[in-house]
């Protein structure tokens, strides 16, 4: 009897942490100070802006190969005729998946690597990281592309947001001319980015929030059914409680 009820235990345990722990790498050794972030895939007008800013910012180099149009403008709760109009702009299909027109060679002469694919990104690297990492580029005229980042040092990438950002500087503090001459403050110059401080968060949190949906679009889904799966072991080890009482009742 007790060996039923830890078997049951054990099973839900285990079921209950594919439900509420996602998957996800260490992203590396990090030494810049990172903020937290917290996801929401329930909220479809995070992951609608997301998406619009990596069709506006992102496809141009980075494909979604495993993810379709069609998938996304569902899950999103987008029509099907605005997500052609205002979502596609490389004359593929709804039912085609998300790719970039970008040659991988071209690219790869341009920035020394080809840009990776975006797909699973936010489960190899993590949310936390790719949240801060859109936060940090900063000017370095050292740098070919005259950009740096703070989470990935040397990054080959251009800092194609920007124009919504604007101009971005390392800020030291006293402090960091004592030998080492690191910076550890990034502070945007006043005017030059479409987006205020709060609006370029909002717009960061929403692309994060949208590859964090992307990774693994079942999530949500496999959450709630998840849930039910708890509740039929629940009564189910009731049954079955009862169920050995009654073959043992009558065995002293």
């Known amino acids: 009897m007790q060996r039923n009820i830890r ?3 054990g099973l839900a345990a285990f079921l209950l942490s594919l439900v509420a722990v996602p998957v996800v790498f260490a992203a ?8 937290p ?3 929401d895939l329930s909220n479809k007008p995070s992951l609608q802006n997301g998406f619009k800013h990596y069709v506006h910012y992102c496809v141009g180099c980075h494909s979604l190969k495993f993810q379709r149009y ?5 899950d999103l709760g987008i029509p ?3 997500a052609m109009e205002q979502l596609v702009f490389t004359g593929q299909k709804i039912g ?3 790719t970039s027109a970008m040659d991988p060679e071209l690219a790869k002469n341009w920035f020394g690597a080809a840009p990776p694919d975006l797909t699973m990104v936010a489960r190899v690297r993590g949310t936390e990281w790719i949240y801060n990492y859109l936060k940090t580029f900063y000017v370095d005229d050292s740098r070919p592309l005259g950009v740096n980042n703070k989470v990935y040092p040397n990054v080959g990438m251009p800092h194609v947001l920007a124009e919504l950002q604007g101009v971005q500087r390392e800020a030291c503090g006293a402090e960091a001319h004592d030998g080492d001459h690191s910076c550890d403050q990034l502070e945007v110059e006043e005017g030059t980015g479409l987006y205020t401080e709060a609006e370029y968060d909002q717009a960061i949190y929403d692309l994060t929030n949208f590859l964090d949906y992307v990774g693994e679009p079942m999530r949500l889904e496999r959450q709630r059914t998840g ?3 708890l509740l039929f072991l629940v009564v189910l080890g009731c049954f079955t409680y009862l169920l050995n009482r ?3 009742k009558g065995i002293h």
């Open 246 to 248: 009654e073959f043992w």
């Open 80 to 82: 099907h005729d605005i």
């Open 37 to 39: 972030f917290k996801g």
């Open 227 to 229: 849930v039910f799966v």
């Open 28 to 35: 590396g050794d990090v030494t810049w100070e990172m903020e």
């Open 96 to 98: 085609d998946h998300i």
């Open 7 to 9: 078997t049951i235990l």
């Open 70 to 74: 069609e998938r996304t403008a569902d």
